[in-house]
């Protein structure tokens, strides 16, 4: 198994290393926290419309797709989910006192991990959907946002009730995240 795939296997948990160091590190402030719950808020906003369009499926420790998902915000951007988790993982570093040097390594953190990741993803849509996820690619930006969503998007009609039972977990894990920095900030 290469690094890209072990990577995408234990994407839930790579950013613990980091998270335990803003923990042990955390200078906590009620501007810092204010702005960071505020990233993390729009981050699982983000991360909630997209699993409402996608389902479950994005919720595997393998590779591969059903179908290509590019309604509700995958026509805007084609990663979504990881722009959000990058949100979320900034929103943390703000948490801990917002120190500069947090945030930067937050944000190239998700940059590193989600190229990753996304290289065999796209690869492997590639394969799968050919020339529909050919013209998909070309059209809506990896990592930027379209002004406008893209108008050859195949209508899906997100479900909500799903999203939220999908994403309980990162839910949770956010809440243990701000309990944390609340408690550390008291101490």
């Not at 890209?4 to 980091?18: A, D, E, G, L, N």
Request: proline content about 5%; some cysteine; overall charge positive.
């Amino acid at each position: 198994m290469d690094l890209r795939h072990w990577i995408f296997k234990v994407r839930s948990y790579t950013p613990v290393p980091f998270l335990i160091l803003l923990l042990i590190t955390a200078e906590p402030s009620i501007r810092a926290f204010s702005i960071g719950s505020g990233m993390i808020l729009l981050g699982e906003i983000l991360r909630l419309w997209g699993v409402a369009h996608a389902g479950r499926a994005t919720r595997t420790h393998f590779v591969g797709a059903t179908h290509l998902v590019t309604s509700g915000p995958f026509a805007l951007t084609r990663n979504p989910l990881y722009l959000a988790n990058g949100l979320i993982y900034t929103g943390v570093a703000c948490l801990a006192g917002g120190q500069w040097y947090w945030v930067l390594i937050a944000m190239i953190f998700s940059i590193l991990q989600y190229n990753l990741i996304v290289s065999i993803e796209e690869k492997t849509l590639e394969e799968l959907f050919g020339f529909e996820y050919a013209f998909y690619r070309s059209s809506v930006p990896r990592w930027t946002v379209r002004l406008t969503p893209w108008h050859w998007s195949i209508p899906q009609k997100p479900n909500w009730q799903n999203a939220w039972k999908v994403d309980r977990q990162t839910r949770i894990n956010i809440g243990i995240i701000l309990l944390l920095f609340a408690i550390k900030g008291l101490i």
